[in-house]
């Protein structure tokens, strides 16, 4: 039962959402719901999912919201070193936006000392991180919770940045395609990533290096809507290259 490329999308849109129903993903790929039952089944058989009527969910799926622990926790050195290196740009007095993701909990981790910012977030584990720190005004959006992420996301989620100007943002992403294009499994995400660029004066995308090359489900845009790229030393000599040549500045 090897899983094809549509079998590995919709995984990954399950992991990135905890859910989907047939007919969604059956509009989503363009395929019958008879097709999309069937992919469905080879996942649960090996044992990544757990079907439902109508749909399936993330296995284990309650352990995320109980544990407070996201479902990515890979290359979590280069994580924690792209964060500090991140945390050199946040200065006091600032306001920012952190994205969801495992990159950006690091940054938070980074920022309890802090005696005077603002961030807004849609991260409910990153308010949770920072939510003590009464020196930290905390803002999070709204929206429909997805427990793998612990993130908001959809329409509210979008509709929250309305009204913020943010000196920074610090963005995540799931891919950088070959063709430098920020990717992402779900298509929710998208309306929130735009409307966090949109509130933000300068956007820094935060991703270690195994994210370059890989081209998840639904794309944001070209990477030229960031300002700065932070990621680790394992980037290749043609990627930096290629990042350049957008006019993006790289920090490593």
Same mark, same amino acid.
Request: glycine residues 6%; charged residues 25%.
């Given at each position: ?8 999308k919709?995984l990954?849109l ?6 989907a129903k ?6 989503i790929f363009?395929?019958?719901d ?5 992919d469905?089944?080879?996942?649960e058989?090996l ?6 009527h #109508? %749909?399936? @969910?993330?296995?284990d799926i309650? /352990?995320?919201?109980k544990?407070?622990k996201i479902?990515?926790? +890979?290359?979590?050195?280069e994580?924690?070193?792209?964060a500090?290196k991140a945390?050199?740009?946040i200065y ?5 936006i952190l994205?969801?993701?495992s ?16 961030v807004i ?5 990153i308010?949770l991180?920072?939510?003590?720190n009464?020196g930290i005004?905390?803002?999070?959006? #709204? %929206?429909e @919770?997805?427990?793998?992420?612990? /993130?908001?996301t959809g329409?509210?989620a979008?509709?929250s940045f +309305?009204?913020f ?10 891919g ?16 929130v ?10 956007v820094?995308l935060v991703a270690d290096?195994s994210?370059?090359?890989?081209s998840?489900?639904?794309?944001l ?15 290749s000599e043609?990627s930096?290259?290629k ?10």
């Amino acid at each position: 039962m090897a899983l094809n490329q549509r079998r590995i999308k919709i995984l990954d849109l399950i992991r990135e959402d905890g859910h989907a129903k047939v007919q969604e993903l059956s509009r989503i790929f363009n395929v019958t719901d008879v097709t999309i039952r069937q992919d469905l089944e080879t996942l649960e058989k090996l044992g990544y999912i757990q079907r439902e009527h #109508g %749909g399936a @969910f993330l296995k284990d799926i309650g /352990s995320f919201a109980k544990t407070g622990k996201i479902f990515n926790q +890979t290359h979590l050195e280069e994580k924690r070193e792209i964060a500090r290196k991140a945390v050199s740009f946040i200065y006091e007095g600032e306001c920012i936006i952190l994205d969801s993701g495992s990159t950006t909990t690091e940054i938070a981790k980074l920022l309890t000392q802090y005696k005077e910012l603002t961030v807004i977030t849609n991260a409910l584990n990153i308010a949770l991180i920072l939510g003590e720190n009464p020196g930290i005004t905390l803002i999070v959006t #709204g %929206g429909e @919770f997805k427990a793998p992420t612990l /993130s908001l996301t959809g329409n509210m989620a979008a509709d929250s940045f +309305t009204g913020f100007h943010a000196d920074k943002l610090f963005l995540a992403t799931a891919g950088i395609s070959p063709n430098m294009l920020l990717t992402y499994p779900s298509i929710s995400d998208l309306m929130v990533k735009s409307a966090m660029i949109k509130s933000a004066e300068k956007v820094f995308l935060v991703a270690d290096s195994s994210k370059i090359g890989i081209s998840a489900f639904a794309s944001l845009g070209s990477i030229t809507m960031v300002d700065f790229f932070i990621t680790d030393n394992n980037i290749s000599e043609e990627s930096i290259a290629k990042i350049k040549e957008k006019n993006i500045n790289i920090l490593i």
